[in-house]
């Protein structure tokens, strides 16, 4: 088992270093993406800690391909800061552009701050759904081992996270999707109140290509919203 974790362990950071390596040796721009026939079915993407929006390019590629318009929110960066403040950055994008029923896709980080822009008054009628795949809602034992404050943050100990944790009003409406073996976040992803799917997978960062998870993310954006459209 703990040869086998190796390995796991192995493949995720490599996949991790392709992707790192690639945003930066060809970065790509986000802007064709946005025209899609679907304009109804907007999904915005945001990535994880240390992560830019290509880390999820195959991800944009599969629903823009499906025909939805893919947004990113470019100011979030690596997506570093606090959450509160990333989660403004997503409110803020989502009043300019004026999207409604927005599908978010986010992965690790990105589901607190999808979950965070869920709940802020500005934008929470705008989004009807996210998917998060391998997101520390309840944080990691892992984080208090860093001094990095943006990965200390994610502590099962700090106020902001416990905050959001404690708040289950929108979790019906997320799709928590995790591996079998996350080396990131050893206490899973489960989301009390939401849909909770675990993938055959083990990674942190390679659930972005499990074979399951193109479905998943499909049929979350077929599904009726609220009102039944």
């Not at 796991?8 to 992707?19: Q, V």
């Not at 391998?134 to 984080?143: E, K, L, Q, T």
């Not at 992803?189 to 399951?212: K, M, V, W």
């Given at each position: 088992?703990?040869?086998?974790?190796?390995?796991?362990?192995?493949?995720?950071?490599?996949?991790?270093?392709?992707?790192?390596?690639?945003?930066?040796?060809?970065?790509?721009?986000?802007?064709?993406?946005?025209?899609?026939?679907?304009?109804?079915?907007?999904?915005?993407?945001?990535?994880?800690?240390?992560?830019?929006?290509?880390?999820?390019?195959?991800?944009?590629?599969?629903?823009?391909?499906?025909?939805?318009?893919?947004?990113?929110?470019?100011?979030?960066?690596?997506?570093?800061?606090?959450?509160?403040?990333?989660?403004?950055?997503?409110?803020?994008?989502?009043?300019?552009?004026?999207?409604?029923?927005?599908?978010?896709?986010?992965?690790s980080k990105g589901g607190l701050v999808?979950?965070?822009?869920?709940?802020?008054?500005?934008?929470?009628?705008?989004?009807?759904?996210?998917?998060?795949?391998?997101?520390?809602?309840?944080?990691?034992?892992?984080?208090?081992?860093?001094?990095?404050?943006?990965?200390?943050?994610?502590?099962?100990?700090?106020?902001?996270?416990?905050?959001?944790?404690?708040?289950?009003?929108?979790?019906?409406?997320?799709?928590?999707?995790?591996?079998?073996?996350?080396?990131?976040?050893?206490?899973?992803?489960?989301?009390?109140?939401?849909?909770?799917?675990?993938?055959?997978?083990?990674?942190?960062?390679?659930?972005?290509?499990?074979?399951?998870?193109?479905?998943?993310?499909?049929?979350?954006?077929?599904?009726?919203?609220?009102?039944?459209?």
């Amino acid at each position: 088992m703990l040869a086998a974790r190796g390995w796991w362990w192995t493949l995720d950071y490599a996949y991790a270093a392709y992707w790192q390596l690639r945003g930066l040796l060809f970065p790509a721009d986000p802007a064709p993406y946005l025209q899609a026939p679907r304009r109804d079915r907007p999904v915005l993407l945001i990535p994880g800690v240390y992560e830019n929006w290509q880390f999820m390019h195959r991800i944009a590629e599969l629903l823009h391909g499906a025909g939805h318009p893919v947004h990113v929110v470019s100011l979030l960066g690596y997506n570093r800061g606090e959450v509160p403040r990333m989660a403004a950055l997503v409110s803020a994008y989502l009043e300019e552009a004026d999207l409604r029923d927005v599908t978010i896709v986010a992965h690790s980080k990105g589901g607190l701050v999808g979950k965070r822009a869920m709940i802020l008054p500005a934008s929470a009628g705008r989004i009807r759904h996210m998917v998060a795949v391998n997101s520390p809602f309840a944080g990691s034992v892992y984080a208090r081992l860093f001094l990095l404050p943006s990965i200390r943050a994610f502590s099962p100990r700090n106020g902001e996270l416990r905050a959001l944790a404690a708040d289950l009003s929108v979790n019906h409406r997320i799709t928590s999707v995790y591996s079998t073996f996350d080396p990131h976040i050893p206490g899973g992803s489960y989301l009390p109140g939401a849909r909770n799917i675990q993938l055959d997978s083990a990674g942190h960062f390679r659930t972005l290509e499990d074979p399951a998870l193109p479905g998943i993310l499909l049929q979350a954006l077929a599904e009726p919203d609220a009102q039944g459209n």
